[in-house]
């Protein structure tokens, strides 16, 4: 019986002990914290890994929002009131500084009534005040609470719902991955020339923290995403054009868990961190899928591919259709997606833009896609001696032309411009100095009238539009 007791002592003396040293102490939050975008400064504590916040900070920077509420008391039930969709009354004092030293905080008795209804709130005293959990606040009146570890910061978007922290990634269909591996950011963290790996089929899981907008000149905009996975590693991923999807699609699933497929495309020098060509991507909470831009070349590589079956039962190989732009990227891709050169393997991608204006003289634009860390090796780096360089360039000049040589066979009465391409923003995050680096372009047409003073010529070089490295 003693032996009973004892054990029962210890029990509840370690419960207390667990709750007093989980309640005892409050650390100013030190993240960044934005409100729609904007940062704001929050007297805000860090307990126990959660945020605690003051309700009548949240609800003054909230106000005039679509999640806005009004902050009171009810002296009927001697609790803390709130009521949704009202705009706050501003008390004075909101949003004043706490200090930055530690503090001593103890569980808050406040009851709290939403809308009425006693709503439970993990909350803690400070100096006086109460501070409530900010997930538990965005969780009563449906704003979106996310945690970007790029920035170290705290995401509260009233735009969008909330999801909880822990959000089931059940919903994910079984055998999603199969066919893709996990995405190793120290494996994959440096041009595919390097590491041999372009192609490779891998899968992230994380959240898209933005998207940006590339523009494809009169063609539209390429859409790009940025996610971060679990180990808090970022990466860069081109997820469609806008002119099949808009951006708003992606836009709208910004923060939320998400697995994503794709193939590894080499590493950004522009944004420092690794490529990956999106296929499919599924929000872990709901499980619906959304396909991307290398999921829509991927069937156009089906459709390319088809052969027929003869009535012996030998296959027999259709030829190639090139009389859209989808099927000739299936077969740029097919075909002349590598090419090894003295400095190694160059991998591409290809775009096929149709032209559509009387101003412009030609029917294609085909962009050969490269990675400009190859590029820029081949000019600046010291790692390879001038006659590799000058070996290197002529590899990938006469595989332009084989590229040129095959098209012009196979596609009739077409006028195209084609290139070694790359384009970027100098300043990304205002989308403005576009910067355009093309080689090795040619044209099969004179240049310089419309599109119906033009005729279809032979090939030709068009160094006008190249820079200057060969």
Not at 56 to 65: E, G, K, P
Not at 110 to 117: R, Y
Not at 399 to 414: C, Q, R, V, W, Y
Request: negative net charge; contains cysteine; aromatic residues 14%.
């Amino acid at each position: 019986m003693k032996r009973k007791t004892i054990i029962s002592i210890i029990f509840i003396l370690s419960l207390m002990c667990t709750q007093a040293f989980a309640s005892d102490m409050a650390t100013p939050t030190s993240s960044s914290v934005f409100v729609n975008g904007y940062a704001v400064t929050f007297d805000a504590y860090l307990i126990d890994d959660n945020n605690y916040f003051k309700l009548r900070d949240i609800a003054y920077v909230l106000s005039y929002t679509e999640k806005q509420f009004e902050v009171g008391y009810d002296e009927t039930s001697n609790a803390i009131s709130l009521t949704s969709g009202q705009s706050y009354t501003s008390v004075g004092g909101e949003l004043a500084s706490g200090g930055t030293e530690e503090k001593s905080c103890s569980e808050t008795s406040s009851k709290i009534l939403k809308d009425g209804v006693e709503t439970q709130f993990s909350g803690y005293l400070i100096d006086g005040n109460n501070y409530f959990k900010l997930r538990d606040i965005g969780a009563a009146f449906d704003f979106s609470v996310e945690w970007d570890s790029s920035q170290n910061a705290i995401l509260i978007d009233t735009s969008r719902g909330y999801i909880s922290e822990n959000a089931s990634a059940n919903n994910v269909p079984s055998g999603f991955t199969n066919g893709y591996e996990p995405a190793e950011f120290s494996k994959y963290n440096s041009p595919a020339s390097t590491n041999g790996l372009g192609g490779t089929n891998i899968y992230i899981d994380g959240v898209i923290y933005r998207t940006s907008l590339a523009s494809a000149g009169e063609y539209g905009n390429i859409i790009f995403g940025y996610i971060t996975d679990h180990s808090g590693h970022d990466w860069v991923a081109i997820l469609h054009h806008d002119l099949v999807v808009s951006q708003n699609e992606f836009d709208s699933i910004i923060g939320k868990p998400i697995v994503l497929l794709g193939s590894y495309g080499g590493f950004s020098e522009t944004e420092k961190m690794p490529v990956i060509y999106m296929s499919e991507l599924c929000l872990k909470e709901t499980g619906e899928i959304k396909y991307g831009i290398q999921k829509i070349l991927d069937l156009t590589d089906d459709e390319t591919n088809n052969t027929n079956e003869a009535e012996d039962g030998n296959t027999v190989n259709e030829e190639y259709d090139l009389s859209t732009p989808s099927k000739i990227t299936s077969y740029l891709s097919e075909h002349y997606d590598s090419v090894d050169t003295e400095m190694g393997t160059w991998n591409f991608t290809f775009s096929v833009l149709e032209n559509d204006m009387e101003m412009f003289p030609k029917d294609y634009t085909i962009w050969v896609e490269y990675d400009l860390g190859q590029m820029n090796d081949l000019q600046y780096s010291n790692k390879y001696s001038e006659s590799q360089k000058a070996e290197t360039k002529q590899q990938l000049k006469d595989f332009m032309k084989t590229i040129a040589d095959d098209l012009l066979s196979k596609i009739d009465n077409k006028k195209i411009e084609c290139s070694y391409h790359y384009s970027y923003y100098k300043y990304e995050y205002i989308q403005e100095g576009l910067q355009v680096l093309e080689y090795c372009t040619w044209i099969n047409y004179e240049p310089g009238g419309s599109y119906s003073d033009t005729p279809v010529s032979t090939f030709r070089w068009y160094p006008d539009y190249d820079e200057e490295i060969w």
